[in-house]
């Protein structure tokens, strides 16, 4: 005979099955409007399903990592890596007996405040609105899921639980900021899940990263023997060649994914051993973080990213790129802003509550690559159709 797991079965499994240090949905503290749950699914799991289901979040597969979206088919967009960033999250989460479902709710909404043209987009933004607020994109994840997002007569967003709200604002890495005021209390850290997220996310950037700049050759094998790591990687994994075909690019970049999740997890558990935290608030409340790598392997990946920002970040293909997308963020954004008119009528009904610029700010942080080079053309081609 066929069983259906209830809602309160999820939560009984989640009670028995997770550490003491994890997030159990029962014990949530609910959300901002309060709501009736859903029979089959657990709190956490409703969060993961409104993330996917959100505009935003099928925007992301036209959202740029490092190569604008018409470089080619291969490389990473927000969206590929954000499911990079879930699977890897999931792994983490399941081993230290965490909670997968928030993990991936937290994974799934980290990118969804980047602008058009990546990290260039978002420091343009930030230049343009400096006198109003500024950008940052954690923030403006945290504003889609509490503000922008209209899917509800109710209330406006995606009225997520608390603890995947605060996993979004406490979301950091060495090159994202963490929390921001009025919404993050800067006593607390994230919780385990966000603090897996966290690295997740950074795992994924550095080892796809490589792995987008070696298929575009814009890395190579001999520049990368610079790096402690790329030369302990080539002894793991016995090879000392100059060229490196496909196959073999393909099985450096998941073993190094293995490597780094396996130092992960030991350094991770060392950490818990030595807190040995009854609840979730003791991870948050301690002054470090539990989830991170060994300090020999961060200082690997301090230098591989200090690698990357001189070899790939800054490389000529990837500045023209840069270029390309200020001129289109800027061109948006000074047409649009000297006639308000043009902007769609959604926004223009925002223009007698808040500041003109940064109305135009969420107008063009939601556009996509592609939308926003179309957008671009609209505005200033004379004979694209309006």
Known sequence: MSRLNQREDLEQWESQSLAPYALRSAESRGRLHPEAEPRHRTAFQRDRDRIIHSEAFRKLEYKTQVFVNDEGDYFRTRLTHTLEVVQIGRTLARALAANEDLTETICLAHDLGHPPFGHAGEGILAELLAGHGGFNHNLHSY????????????????????????????????????????????????????????????????AHD???????????????????????????????EESMDVLTRHRFIRELIGWQLEDVLAESAKALDALNPRDSMAVQAHPAAVVGHSRVMRQRNDELHEFLLHAMYRNFRVMRMQQRARRFIVGIFETVTEEPHQLPPEYQRQLGERALPSVVGDYIAGLTDRSAVLEYRRLYDPLMQP
């Open 143 to 206: 504003r889609i899921v509490t503000e922008l997002e209209q899917r509800y007569p109710q209330w406006p967003g995606l009225n997520l639980t608390i603890e995947a709200l605060e996993g979004i604002a406490r979301h950091e890495t060495s090159y994202d900021e963490r929390g921001f005021p009025g919404i993050d209390n800067a006593d607390l850290r994230g919780s385990l899940e966000a603090q897996i997220a966290n690295v997740a996310d950074e795992l994924a950037y550095n």
């Open 210 to 240: 490589l792995d987008d700049g070696l298929h575009a050759g814009l890395l190579t094998p001999t520049q990368l023997n610079e790096l402690a790591l790329w030369r302990e990687l080539c002894q793991r994994m016995d090879w000392h």
